[in-house]
């Protein structure tokens, strides 16, 4: 890791460049911004909701759960940030990366309810009723907001 060490600033939005080893929060747009603390320079963004991620705040430092895993980039960097630290975790391989993302739309629809993203044209129902699976989507708004919540990519 580059940054081992991230100074935190609460924001209202992103700034259109994000400056390496700081941690942008934004409880405006619920969402944190981050340079990749690999170094690679990739911009890295986690969503502040039920089922992503969440932030504690001591006073002095911001910690980040669950961990951060670039699985999309190529450097496919992972650590934890605790109290403003960056602690390198081991890398995770495609068949954990794929069982994280299926517990993750799992996590996302039963939480926002599978009956509402059918609604939206986003879940049908699989085999015995109890798995979800996403299929296309119009381009509505509603549409692309249901399919992010379920880690659709769009």
Same mark, same amino acid.
């Given at each position: ?8 600033r ?8 994000? %400056? ?13 911004? &981050?340079?990749?603390?690999?170094? *690679?320079? %990739? %911009?890295?963004?986690t ?8 932030i504690?705040y001591d006073? %002095? ?7 951060? $895993?670039? @699985?999309?980039?190529? *450097? ?12 390198e975790?081991?890398? @995770?391989?495609?068949?954990e990366?794929?069982a ?10 039963a939480h926002? $309810?599978?009956?509402v ?8 129902v &699989?085999?015995s009723?109890?798995?979800p ?5 119009g381009s509505?708004l ?6 992010w919540l379920?880690?659709?990519k769009t």
């Amino acid at each position: 890791m580059r940054h081992r060490i991230l100074e935190h600033r609460f924001v209202e939005s992103f700034p259109e460049v994000l %400056e390496p080893g700081v941690l942008y929060v934004s409880l405006e747009y619920g969402s944190v911004a &981050h340079s990749c603390c690999c170094g *690679c320079g %990739e %911009e890295v963004v986690t969503p502040l909701t039920p089922t992503d991620w969440n932030i504690t705040y001591d006073g %002095e430092s911001v910690t980040l759960h669950p961990s951060v $895993g670039s @699985w999309t980039l190529a *450097c496919r960097s992972h650590y934890v940030i605790r109290r403003n630290r960056v602690i390198e975790a081991p890398p @995770w391989s495609d068949a954990e990366v794929a069982a994280e993302r299926l517990r993750d739309r799992r996590a996302k629809a039963a939480h926002y $309810g599978v009956e509402v993203a059918a609604e939206a044209g986003l879940v049908g129902v &699989h085999g015995s009723g109890s798995e979800p699976i996403v299929r296309a989507a119009g381009s509505s708004l509603k549409d692309r907001l249901f399919g992010w919540l379920l880690g659709r990519k769009t």
